[in-house]
């Protein structure tokens, strides 16, 4: 996928009526507010942008999924043949803290400053099973038990 390119999950008028994704965007508020973090997201491996701790604009997101795109490309072995993400990233556009989780999710904490990543895993290791279990308890945005395309005004 090309640097830039944001994909979001359904629609956001879809998705904010869902309660499992506002249970989520609670959880990755606390989270945020809890390790000091300007904002926190769930993307997946292919950079789709699951949820956010509050409503972004995709400018700002944008680097986001830059720094998930660079430091997916960096694992050895990649995400789906079980690499996994646990780390501080530095890049001009901002700090961030990395952590994947569920083969293919990425959680994702943008921080204004390097900060010390014990005590960021201090504030995320206690919640990550729950927005685990989140973001797997949302519903498919296509197939079986969606509303499809068109429902999710991706059409």
């Not at 989140?134 to 079986?144: D, E, I, N, Q």
């Amino acid at each position: 996928m090309p640097s830039g390119v944001i994909l979001f999950w359904g629609s956001l008028t879809n998705a904010m009526n869902e309660p499992s994704w506002s249970e989520l965007r609670r959880a990755l508020t606390s989270l945020a507010v809890d390790a000091h973090a300007l904002y926190a997201y769930v993307l997946d491996s292919r950079c789709t942008l699951w949820c956010s701790s509050n409503h972004v604009e995709q400018d700002r997101v944008s680097p986001a999924v830059q720094i998930v795109l660079d430091e997916v490309a960096a694992l050895d072995p990649p995400m789906h043949r079980g690499g996994r993400l646990d780390c501080f990233a530095k890049r001009r556009s901002g700090n961030a803290y990395l952590r994947s989780f569920g083969g293919i999710y990425v959680l994702l904490l943008r921080f204004s400053s390097p900060r010390p990543i014990q005590a960021v895993r201090t504030a995320v290791n206690p919640v990550l099973p729950r927005i685990e279990a989140l973001v797997a308890g949302l519903p498919p945005t296509s197939g079986p038990g969606s509303e499809g395309a068109e429902g999710l005004g991706v059409a």
